[in-house]
């Protein structure tokens, strides 16, 4: 018989202690959309065999590489998963030297609670080993809104959440989280050395570089050793012409020294400010005699041996 999954959606993540190893007590829940794809590999024979002539089967078992994206309004509880990828937790996360082999990975569930009843996690889908790739944070009209990209160690599996597989002592009712939203109209920022400090439009990337994928499989069915080798950051912003920011563009634009901008988000009580040190790399300027009153740019985070390329400092 099959299921229809329709109603109250419910994500759920937990730490884990070790990577790979299931945590059934979640720690965070969020509304979205939770989207995977198993990520099965499969494997030439001759690969396997080392000959040059494959056999009749021309496939064996190969690799589980999963991936997943979540869709998310930004909200404070996001931090849970930020300083998982930054890899770092102190008060401001500030990108570190090196990857230190810190269990980063995630337990991510995806449950349909029973509606009307507490503490009930219903029927869904629960992976391991989730570890986070990237973060895409941007507008949606007044909304601001996230994308975050993984990979995981295992296929995800169909669970009864109902009975002793999801553990809601921390989470004590199961129905869509009510999350205080971050909106459009109350982000801040400092750009082009503070000439800029409303924006039409951003999107801002935070992505973490993995090994390749031999060394994270270790020639096994499932990755056993994922290691963060590099990130790429950076700011694309619109904004709109003023005579302050006009003078500035062009001498931070044309600048080859570093410059530091900022970008703050808030829902009311929590506030995320971001601090990138870095170029701006590409451009597009306001031309207010041809009418062209948008400008737009993109902005590379590059930290040095003296300035981190990316601190988050949450208040």
Known sequence: MSKRYGHQSLITIAPEAAYGTVIKQPTEKYSGMWNWDQGYQPVPTNFKTQTLE?????????????????????????????????????????????????????????????????????????????????LTVTRDGDKIVSTIDWIGQDGDEEVDFAGSEMVLSTITNTSPPCHTLCFFHALTCS??????????????????????????????????????????????????????????????????????????????????AYTLYGQYVKWNLPDIDRGEYLGNFTFEARGDGSNTALSLAIS
């Open 54 to 134: 494959p056999k009749v089967c021309t496939q064996q078992a190969g690799r589980i590489a999963p991936t997943g994206t979540m869709t998310l309004d930004y909200v404070e509880e996001l931090d849970t998963i930020i300083k998982k990828l930054i890899m770092d937790a102190s008060t401001a996360h500030t990108i570190p030297t090196s990857d230190d082999g810190t269990v980063r990975s995630f337990t991510i569930c995806r449950a349909f609670p029973t509606p009307g009843v507490v503490n009930d996690g219903g029927d869904g889908f629960r992976g391991t080993g989730w570890l986070p790739t990237k």
């Open 191 to 272: 750009l082009l050395d503070g000439g800029t400090t409303k924006l039409n439009n951003f999107t801002l990337t935070i992505e973490a570089l993995y090994n390749d994928e031999d060394s994270q499989f270790q020639n096994g069915q499932t990755r056993t050793n994922p290691r963060v080798i590099g990130f790429n950051i950076g700011l694309d912003a619109e904004f709109i012409y003023d005579t302050t920011n006009d003078a500035l563009a062009y001498d931070n634009i044309f600048s080859q020294t570093a410059k530091t901008v900022v970008l703050t988000i808030t829902d009311g009580t929590a506030v995320h």
